[in-house]
C-alpha cells in the first residue's frame, strides 16, 4: 500500500470535536502532540483510510466529514494491507504499528444515527497504532505499509 496523508486532526479533550491541522509532531509517548487521547497505552493513533470512510458512508447514506470518525490521520490509500495487527505504517518519518481495529463505539450514532454499523464491517472504522517512531507529519505526507 502505498498513498498520501490527506487529513490530521486532534482533539483538546476526550468529547470536544475535532480540530483540523495541517501538521502535527508525533510522539512515543502522547502519540499526536495535544491530542487527549494519546494517552492510551496502545492507542497513541487512530488512523482512517479514504475508501472505508467512503463506503461507510455511502451504506449510511450520508456523506459526513471524515472529522465526524474522530480518528487523528486520514490517509488517501487502500488500507487493506495494513488491517492486521502488527501491521507498520510509515506517514514521513513517523512508523506506526497497529495494534488493533479501533471499533466504532456508541459515539458515532450521538453524531449519526447508524453510523456505528456502517462502520463495523471489514475494520472500516480504521485502526489504532502506536508510535515505533515519533517525529513530525504533514498533510501530503508519502503512507506506506512496511515489514
Known amino acids: 500500500m502505498t498513498g498520501k496523508l490527506i487529513g490530521i486532526a486532534k482533539r483538546t479533550k476526550v468529547r470536544a470535536p475535532m480540530e483540523e491541522i495541517t501538521?502535527?509532531?508525533?510522539?512515543?509517548?502522547?502519540?499526536?502532540?495535544?491530542d487527549a487521547r494519546g494517552v492510551q497505552q496502545n492507542r497513541k493513533v487512530t488512523v482512517l483510510?479514504?475508501?472505508?470512510?467512503?463506503?461507510?458512508?455511502?451504506?449510511?447514506?450520508?456523506?459526513?466529514?471524515?472529522?465526524?470518525r474522530r480518528a487523528n490521520l486520514f490517509v488517501d490509500a487502500d488500507g487493506r494491507s495494513a488491517k492486521r495487527e502488527g501491521a507498520r505504517i510509515k506517514i514521513g518519518p513517523v512508523?506506526?504499528?497497529?495494534?488493533c481495529e479501533t471499533d466504532p463505539c456508541n459515539r458515532m450514532d450521538e453524531q449519526s444515527q447508524g453510523l456505528r454499523e456502517a462502520l463495523t464491517p471489514n475494520w472500516r472504522g480504521g485502526v489504532s497504532c502506536k508510535v515505533l517512531t515519533p517525529g513530525d507529519i504533514a498533510i501530503g505526507d508519502r503512507v506506506e505499509v512496511v515489514e
Open 95 to 99: 512508523v506506526l504499528e497497529v495494534y
Open 23 to 34: 501538521h502535527a509532531t508525533v510522539t512515543l509517548d502522547r502519540g499526536v502532540a495535544d
Open 49 to 68: 483510510f479514504r475508501n472505508d470512510w467512503e463506503a461507510a458512508c455511502a451504506d449510511h447514506g450520508k456523506q459526513l466529514p471524515w472529522t465526524t
